[in-house]
């Protein structure tokens, strides 16, 4: 995908220009963090991410103060939908789980060993649905509050705390329970 | 499992979102609630475990090169020629960044329970990130402290300390002048092995203070005001390291 820049950038006056150098981009790593954990793949990630910023960039003057990270994240985010609706549509139509699963018991131990091998965790987090993905990565690595995901994900504060708990309760399923695949995987070493 | 709190409220406190009066409503609630306080440790765990394997990925060089190219970002204009900075720098601050990376997000729970992080922090976490663009660092680049200090001469209305500590393992790099919350500073850059380490001086009137340190986005600080000056010491190195360069400086 090429960044997709229509027409020129040179659309803010060279203050504009500053301010958005000083506010927005000190969030690319944000920026790309996000892409990186919708999408999968690095370099689609990389792509996505600059497109988002040049998007923010044309838009910036629509940008009147505030949270500067959240709103470029917002921008983000709509960006990787429409690539993943583009590329991956299979991925959008995920089940998005609204049902509240009977929860194993799970030890913290059990948990804490599933969850400090690296490869297995963002095995797991990947195999999540996308619209739980981001909440997750929202909150346990950009620190986002509720209001700040609540505004890049558009939806409703309220629901946040209940999209984050569904998120958890999967993810910790997920890392506790093998999959399928890694018994096939495990099978095949055998 | 039967308590619904565990799809709730449970959430809410683990992430401090509550309101104190529903924190306490829930503390109270896991008095009695053993499925709650199990459904707490292991969320506890999963965070933790999320933190400690360090799974941000900053953005790579190339996508930071790649848009500021499109931007047509400039290197600040400078009342001194900006000298090109060599390709080996460029791989330097972005193995410094992995390293800040790898470091840097454990310090995260920290900077969760401690959300304070004035505006004054921020902006300094901002000028630092910002000097380590490429054309950023320095717009005197030298180790010679009696090049650095003459070159803030008119530059300012105040005459930062500028002494190299080569010696002492924190070799100078060089100066920049800078804008910080409205403010014109003297920066001073320090080298620390691998890393950098940006020293942000302005006049103050106030009285002498003791160190105060903290950390933001995985960097760590310590400020603190001396015989009319307020210092901010900014890197991805250690405290221990910004400790030590307190103390070289307050020599």
């Known amino acids: 995908m090429s960044a997709g820049v229509e027409g020129k950038l040179d659309v803010l006056d060279p203050q504009d220009h500053a301010r958005f150098e000083q506010l927005v ?12 954990w919708l999408l999968h793949g690095r370099a689609d990630a990389e792509d996505v ?43 959008l139509t995920t089940e998005f789980d609204e049902e509240l699963h009977p929860q194993p018991s799970v030890s ?14 963002t ?51 997920v890392l506790t329970q093998p999959a399928p695949q890694q018994k096939q995987e495990a099978r095949r070493e055998l | 499992m039967s308590c619904e709190l565990t799809q709730t409220v449970l959430h809410g406190y683990l992430d401090g979102e509550l309101d104190a009066a529903r924190a306490a409503d ?28 360090a799974l941000y990925e900053r953005a790579p060089a190339s996508l930071r090169q790649k848009v500021q190219k499109e931007l047509g970002t400039r290197p600040r204009s400078s009342v001194t020629p900006i000298r090109n900075p060599a390709p080996w720098r460029w791989l330097a601050i972005a193995a410094t960044l992995l390293l800040a990376l790898s470091l840097g997000w454990r310090l995260l729970p920290s900077l969760r329970s401690n959300r304070t992080g004035t505006m004054l922090a921020s902006a300094i976490v901002d000028a630092h990130l ?8 320095e717009d005197v680049q030298s180790t010679d402290q009696h090049t650095v200090k003459p070159w803030f001469d008119g530059k300012l209305t105040f005459a930062p300390p500028v002494h190299d500590f080569v010696n002492e393992g924190f070799p100078l790099q060089g100066g920049r002048l800078d804008v910080v919350s409205g403010r014109n500073v003297a920066v001073l850059v320090y080298a620390r092995r691998k890393h950098l380490i940006n020293v942000f001086v302005w006049p103050t009137a106030e009285a002498d203070s003791e160190p105060l340190s903290g950390s933001q986005l995985g960097y760590n600080w310590l400020e603190w005001r001396k015989s009319g000056m307020e210092l901010h010491a900014i890197s991805d190195v250690s405290p221990e390291d910004l400790t030590a360069l307190h103390r070289l400086l307050m020599e």
């Open chain 1, 108 to 121: 913290p131990e059990a948990l804490a060993i599933a969850g400090d091998n690296r490869e297995r965790l």
């Open chain 1, 49 to 91: 991410a600059q497109e988002s910023m040049m998007r923010a960039f044309r838009f910036f003057r629509g940008f009147h103060g505030g949270d500067a990270r959240a709103w470029l994240l917002q921008i983000v985010r709509n960006t990787c939908y429409t690539w993943l609706e583009k590329n991956r549509s299979v991925d």
């Open chain 2, 130 to 137: 910002r000097s380590l663009q490429p054309g950023h660092l």
């Open chain 2, 26 to 53: 829930f503390e109270r609630h896991l008095i009695s609630c053993a499925e709650c306080v199990t459904a707490l440790e292991a969320q506890e765990s999963l965070h933790s475990s999320i933190q400690r394997t």
């Open chain 1, 25 to 36: 981009l000190p969030h690319l790593d944000a920026a790309f963090n996000l892409s990186r």
């Open chain 1, 123 to 173: 095995r797991a987090l990947e195999e999540l649905p996308v619209r739980f993905r981001e909440v997750l990565i929202l909150r346990e690595l950009e620190g986002c509050s509720y209001k700040e995901i609540a505004a890049i994900t558009s939806v409703p504060i309220g629901t946040v705390m209940s999209a984050l708990a569904r998120a958890r309760q999967r993810l910790q399923r």
